[in-house]
């Protein structure tokens, strides 16, 4: 057990980018939780590209165990100023395909909304950086 967090401290302390650990099971095999018990609210902030499709992918898939409550915010840019903003692009890799594979993974999260209710969705309009926090 030891060893298994000491290495998780080490990624955490050099991953130059944001890091979740996700454990999958149990650490002993002799525990056990009853589903009864479990209560997890699980939030994915969404603002498009290949990390948010991969979080959202996770939390989809967790959401399909009893007592996980997952909500997925989705951040827009506001109409009245999308004008007037500018996409920075630093690796030039989000592209209209890449808006395809949003839209098309936040469809099959749509159509899992009616058939799960322990999944919510919401879109947030923003116009900028303070209203996003």
Known sequence: MFLLINKYEKVLQ??????????????????????SNVDFKVI?????????REALAYGMHMAEYP?????VVRFLVD??????????????????EAQSKDEELLTDLKHKLSKNNSIKYEEKLVKDAAGTM
Request: hydrophobic share 40%; charged share 15%; net charge negative.
């Open 14 to 35: 050099h991953a130059p980018y944001s890091v979740g650990i996700l454990v999958d099971g149990e650490f002993d095999g002799a525990s056990h939780v009853s589903v």
């Open 67 to 71: 007592g996980i409550n997952l909500l």
């Open 44 to 52: 994915i902030v969404f603002f498009g590209g290949y990390d948010d």
């Open 79 to 96: 109409p009245e100023v999308a004008g007037g903003s500018v996409m920075l692009d630093m690796d030039q890799t989000y592209s209209t």
